[in-house]
């Protein structure tokens, strides 16, 4: 890749100046905001993307070792094969006053990847989705408290564990979640544990058990779990009658065609799907056990959108491809490749850095002033022509050349870092504000 010119006046820049004046936050998604990355240099917003390339309002091309679309193109983008299949139910009609019949056929197939499930609902996105979930289990239990563990989106339930403790989310995942708006009703019903802590949970479960309506947990993002972990949460989800809800928004179709409770041996009574199950078309799928899905018909959940008919068939058409070529060996084995290249590069250079994740979601993160560095790394990285960051999310559009490339380029940057932290003045190399970590308001 050759070197592109970082600019504060770019079309994109001076787009997302006029966005911050007229779109509260800049954006709807936290994790695109620009001030996360290269504050003031970041491009921004994109006027193309194919495979996994990028082109910036200014025509600047880009290959994205990051997080293909917040890991929701596992494919890679504008996948043909999908784009077909959307492209022939939009010429069908998309929307109608009757419902898609592939609703069924994609309900049947998500109960054939997971045998253990009986019904399926759907949503548009991961939050939504996650909220007809604790909706169920609250309608099929009768009781209120959600003992959770991981980041699980932007709704009132998750949030709510804030209102009593405004640090108690901060250790999952985004710090500084704030819980302004959410009534104040809902303090006490929701509570954090952390993952792997099964102590923690235990106490809650004590403390709690009474009145507990369910347990939500990610089956993996940045550690996978201990032997006895979920094994002890099962135990206990079983004895109080209450579902275990697995999070898969960002941890299913990476290990397998599928959940990764299935790769990892969890058994849950809930899954929820969203983000990769249609490489890029907004779908959500909610799978479980008859005994608590039913519970959806005794309670309103409702909304025209989501029988909406182009996410049902870009995901049959995603889903189809990913078990047809094998995708998710191919993510593994890409992730592999790019946790090993950072080991050996760090090590080569006397970078002290902290590598986490199974293989297709890895992170990375740098011991010393790890904002400044993450900074200086997107900054280094996006001049040699890559979207990079603390995170890669791999895509079967990641081929070899694409790697070899990335860590060629990370090779150059990991030894201007390692050399700056020596003398001091990685501050001076950067040219612009340091990126934000969690959540925080924008001027």
């Not at 998750?158 to 302004?180: E, F, I, K, M, R």
């Amino acid at each position: 890749m050759g070197n592109c010119e970082l600019k504060k006046n770019g079309k994109g820049q001076e787009l997302y100046k006029k966005a911050k004046q007229i779109i509260p936050g800049g954006g709807q998604l936290l994790s695109k905001r620009p001030e996360k990355f290269l504050p003031e240099l970041w491009p921004a917003y994109y006027s193309k993307a194919k495979g996994c390339e990028i082109w910036d309002l200014d025509g600047n091309k880009y290959i994205d070792m990051s997080t293909m679309g917040i890991g929701a193109c596992i494919l890679g983008y504008s996948d043909d094969d999908v784009n077909a299949a959307v492209e022939e139910v939009i010429r069908a009609g998309s929307m109608s006053s009757l419902m898609a019949p592939e609703e069924v056929e994609l309900a049947n197939l998500l109960l054939e990847l997971h045998p253990w499930a009986e019904m399926v609902r759907y949503a548009k996105g991961g939050g939504d989705a996650m909220s007809v979930a604790v909706r169920i289990a609250r309608a099929a239990t009768q009781k209120d408290i959600i003992l959770f563990c991981g980041y699980h989106g932007w709704h009132d339930w998750y949030l709510s564990a804030n209102l009593g403790d405004t640090a108690a989310l901060d250790g999952q995942l985004l710090p500084g979640l704030s819980p302004v708006g959410v009534a104040r009703g809902l303090k006490n019903t929701s509570y954090p544990f952390y993952y792997n802590c099964k102590d923690e949970f235990l106490k809650l479960v004590e403390k709690y058990e009474c009145n507990i309506a369910g347990v939500v947990l990610e089956a993996a993002r940045n550690m996978t779990p201990e032997s006895d972990f979920f094994f002890t949460i099962e135990k206990e989800t079983k004895r109080l009658g209450v579902p275990l809800i697995i999070d898969e928004v960002t941890s299913g179709f990476r290990l397998n065609c599928g959940g990764a409770c299935e790769y990892l041996g969890i058994h849950p009574d809930i899954a929820v799907f969203a983000k990769g199950i249609a490489n890029g078309f907004p779908v959500a799928a909610i799978i479980g056990k008859k005994k608590f899905m039913d519970a959806a018909q005794d309670s309103f959940i409702s909304s025209t959108f989501w029988t909406e008919r182009i996410g049902f068939a870009a995901a049959i058409a995603s889903i189809k491809k990913m078990r047809d070529n094998n995708v998710q060996k191919h993510l593994v084995e890409c992730g592999k490749q790019i946790q090993l290249g950072w080991t050996v590069l760090a090590k080569k250079h006397n970078l002290n850095i902290h590598i986490s994740g199974i293989y297709p979601l890895s992170h990375i993160s740098f011991t010393h002033a790890p904002l400044e560095l993450k900074t200086l790394f997107c900054q280094e990285m996006l001049r040699r022509g890559f979207i990079a960051s603390d995170a890669y999310y791999a895509s079967y559009a990641h081929k070899k050349e694409h790697i070899n490339a990335y860590l060629e380029a990370v090779d150059e940057v990991f030894a201007i870092m390692s050399k700056a932290i020596k003398d001091n003045n990685y501050k001076d190399l950067l040219l612009g504000p340091v990126c934000q970590g969690g959540f925080v308001r924008l001027a």
